[in-house]
Nanobody, 124 residues
């Protein structure tokens, strides 16, 4: 059974940085792609970033391009989301997700496995 366990997050000031982690277990993930999504109160779930596990090719939403970096550690089966220059509008619950495909997907419906979510709060 595939399992994604998230860690990191918290409350920071605007301009600060945070790193989220997503540890994957259950099967080898080398054929997968991993994504990060977020959902703010009263808003729909939003794509943030994704990475192809095998070759590390990454894709970002326009809202985080240049500020966030997605990466993976294949020895630890862990995906990271390094968030810098955080803004109040980045406040949301962040979720990692996995799909059994080597193609990046930006829609949450294309991901079969999800982490438990972690709160990120950015104050001005």
């Amino acid at each position: 059974q595939e399992q994604l366990v998230q860690s990191g997050g918290g409350s920071v000031q605007a301009g600060d940085s945070l790193r989220l982690s997503c540890a994957a277990s259950g099967r080898p993930f080398h054929t997968y792609s991993m994504g990060w999504f977020r959902q703010a109160p009263g808003k729909e779930r939003e794509f943030v970033a994704a990475i192809i596990w095998k070759d590390g090719i990454a894709h970002y939403s326009d809202s985080v391009q240049g500020r966030f970096t997605i990466s993976r550690d294949m020895t630890k089966n862990t995906v990271y989301l390094q968030m810098s220059s955080l803004k109040p509008e980045d406040t949301a619950v962040y979720y990692c997700a996995a799909r059994d495909s080597t193609e990046v997907a930006v829609s949450g419906v294309d991901y079969a496995y999800w982490g438990q979510g972690t709160q990120v709060t950015v104050s001005s």
